[in-house]
């Protein structure tokens, strides 16, 4: 499975942005089967969970840093994830990775849990 990020971008603290996560065609599972998840890493530190949504019943989890300001989706008509961000603020500012894997352990939050990983799309937020 291949994973291509896309709607990263440079916006103003407050301002709102989506993220996109194209998932190609796999022979093991088709993507409704997939938990996916999203995660941001900045220089010199790990890698960060941000955001899961499990395969159907399509449950979600969070991380508290996060909660209440974004919203993770999919579309399994068009393999596709989504990271809806609203009010964003300077420490938003990363790398976002989106993450696929075939179990959904410990709510989507750890990154074994995933087996594939797109190339990660730069989210910059100026104050």
């Known amino acids: 499975v291949q994973l291509v990020e896309s709607g990263g971008g440079l916006v103003q603290a407050g301002e709102s942005l989506t993220l996109s996560c194209k998932a190609s065609?796999?022979?093991?599972?088709?993507?409704?089967?997939?938990?996916m998840g999203w995660f941001r890493q900045t220089p010199g530190k790990e890698r960060q969970w941000v955001a899961a949504i499990s395969y159907i019943p399509h449950t979600t989890n969070y991380a508290d840093s996060v909660k209440g300001r974004f919203t993770i989706s999919r579309d399994n008509t068009k393999n596709m994830l989504y990271l809806r961000m609203t009010d964003l603020k300077p420490e938003d500012t990363a790398v976002y990775y989106c993450a696929s894997g075939p179990q959904w352990g410990h709510g989507g939050t750890t990154a074994r849990s995933y087996i594939y990983w797109g190339q990660g799309t730069q989210v910059t937020v100026s104050s």
């Open positions: 065609e796999s022979p093991e599972r088709i993507f409704s089967d997939y938990a």
